[in-house]
């Protein structure tokens, strides 16, 4: 009993806010554990408004009972990274600059997002382009910049924030159709399952946004390269489309294919294929 009571008295003491030492945070699905201090290291930030409260009744939380933030769980770990030392450190191909300036932004981080602004600002004096997130265009030589600066001006009326940064994409699917005995049944044509995308992740989510399935490969940073994404749709066509509206042409293509008969009782065969569409954009 001598021992218990100076035991809670240090911990009422110490621990004046109802928040632990170790925090667990859900930021759109992310999770990140840090320390209490370090989300309180910048006076007046969203985080430190969030966790100078004097009850967590308010917050959000999920299933498991840790703090949802409802924001880009990819590019939290650059602000948490931030609130660690006051610091920023960028890969050094990142392509996210504009979007991770809305976040600090968003978290009340005027002096990160003072560190993010002058890149920006110094592209579009230079009439490079006017994408804000596009540190991957080719720099050496004033011929290259010069015809991405054309194309940007050209693309500008429906080009929007994103950049057009060159790249390969590839497609590819698997397929089945049924042919009878007098090849005139075509009762599975084109059946495609799933529709895969390859390439840098980056130019996949510029391409086809929403539409694109990452639960396989989700935390693939931007710069990176993938072959796990697929699209929420099946249609090769809806493919395409966004390809061309995004700037690309079907540079090569190839394709592969297996005979096996449906049944043993009739003729039916069951062809199986596998097809690879390459796309470019200069």
Known sequence: MALAEPASCAKGGEDSSPFPEIIELNVGGQVYITRLPTLLSVPGSRLWQIFTQQSTRSLARDSKGRFFVDRDGFLFRYILDYMRDQQLVLPEHFPERGRLQREAEYFMLPELAKLLVPKLS??????????????????????????????????????????????????????????????????????????????????????????????????????????????????????????????????????TGTCAFAHEQTDDRIWTSYT????YRE
């Open 276 to 279: 690879e569409y390459v796309f």
């Open 122 to 255: 110094e592209q579009n004096s230079l009439g490079d382009d006017p994408c804000q997130s596009d540190p991957e265009e080719p720099s050496p030589g004033a011929e290259a910049a010069r015809s991405l600066g054309s194309a940007a001006a050209a693309a500008l009326p429906s080009a929007g924030t994103e950049g057009r940064r060159a790249g390969f994409i590839t497609i590819g699917y698997r397929g089945s159709y049924t042919l009878g005995r007098d090849s005139q049944t075509d009762a599975k044509f084109r059946r495609v399952a799933r529709i895969m995308v390859c390439g840098k992740t980056s130019l996949a989510k510029e391409v086809f946004g929403d539409t694109l399935n990452e639960s396989r490969d989700p935390d693939r940073p931007p710069e990176r390269y993938t072959s796990r994404y697929y699209l929420k749709f099946t249609f090769l066509e809806q493919a395409f489309d966004k390809l061309a509206d995004a700037g690309f042409h079907m540079v090569a293509c190839n394709s």
